[in-house]
């Protein structure tokens, strides 16, 4: 049961972790977010989120919810023992963890087919 929680040890908590991540990481560009890497010494992945240019409060802590349920559920399909930031633009329309999923999985393809 345990493995399905989210502890507040896997999420990025402190300004200076997140200026690291932006400074040092390397990014993948979605459609409407970006996803930032940082390898990390912690031996598990640590997520934050950044919401840039969503007025509302509602709307800003919805894309959070999702975006934290998204990597709840799929830490593992993530590359293992990095700082994630995921950041999102104002004209994202993620309305469940499904649709994260979707676009995370296409941008990560897209990135694949382009190496080769």
Do not use: W
């Amino acid at each position: 049961m345990l493995r399905y929680t989210l502890p507040k040890t896997a999420l990025l908590r402190k300004s200076a972790q997140y200026n690291a991540v932006y400074r040092r990481g390397k990014r993948i560009r979605g459609q409407h977010f970006s996803l930032i890497f940082l390898d990390n010494d912690q031996g598990y992945n640590r997520m934050g989120i950044s919401v840039h240019g969503v007025k509302t409060a509602v709307r800003r802590n919805r894309f959070k919810r999702i975006v934290r349920e998204f990597f709840r559920l799929n830490r593992d399909f993530l590359p293992p023992a990095k700082d994630i930031v995921f950041a999102i633009r104002k004209e994202c329309a993620f309305d469940s963890p499904q649709a994260v999923y979707d676009a995370v999985v296409s941008s990560l393809e897209c990135r694949n087919k382009r190496k080769t």
